[in-house]
C-alpha cells in the first residue's frame, strides 16, 4: 500500500494514477481518505509497481506531494485497476 500526503485530492490524482497504472500493467485500486490524504494497492511486475511508486512522489500537474509511505501487503490479485468512490 502507498500513502501520499499532500495537496493530493482535488487534482485529479486517482484518475490519473489509474491511467499511469493501466499503462503500467499494474493492477489493484486508489482511493481518497478523509484524512486529506491518497492511498493505493498496486499489483505487478516488480520494476512496474516501483514505477507507480516513483509517479506517486510527483502525481499529476497540480498536486503538491510532500510524503509517500509505502506499506508492503500481501498481494491479492486484484483485476484491473480501480478508483475507488
Not at 1 to 10: F, H
Not at 25 to 46: H, K, L
Request: glycine share 16%; proline share 2%; charged share 25%.
Amino acid at each position: 500500500m502507498v500513502v501520499v500526503e499532500g495537496r493530493v485530492q482535488g487534482v485529479f490524482f486517482r484518475e490519473s494514477c489509474r491511467r499511469e497504472a493501466t499503462k503500467a500493467g499494474v493492477t489493484g485500486w486508489i482511493r481518497n481518505r478523509p484524512d486529506g490524504m491518497v492511498e493505493a494497492v498496486f499489483e505487478g511486475e516488480q520494476a512496474a509497481v516501483g514505477a507507480m511508486v516513483g509517479w506517486c512522489h510527483q502525481g499529476p500537474r497540480g498536486a503538491v506531494v510532500t510524503g509517500v509511505r509505502v506499506l508492503d501487503e500481501q498481494v491479492r490479485g486484484d483485476a484491473g485497476f480501480v478508483v475507488i468512490a
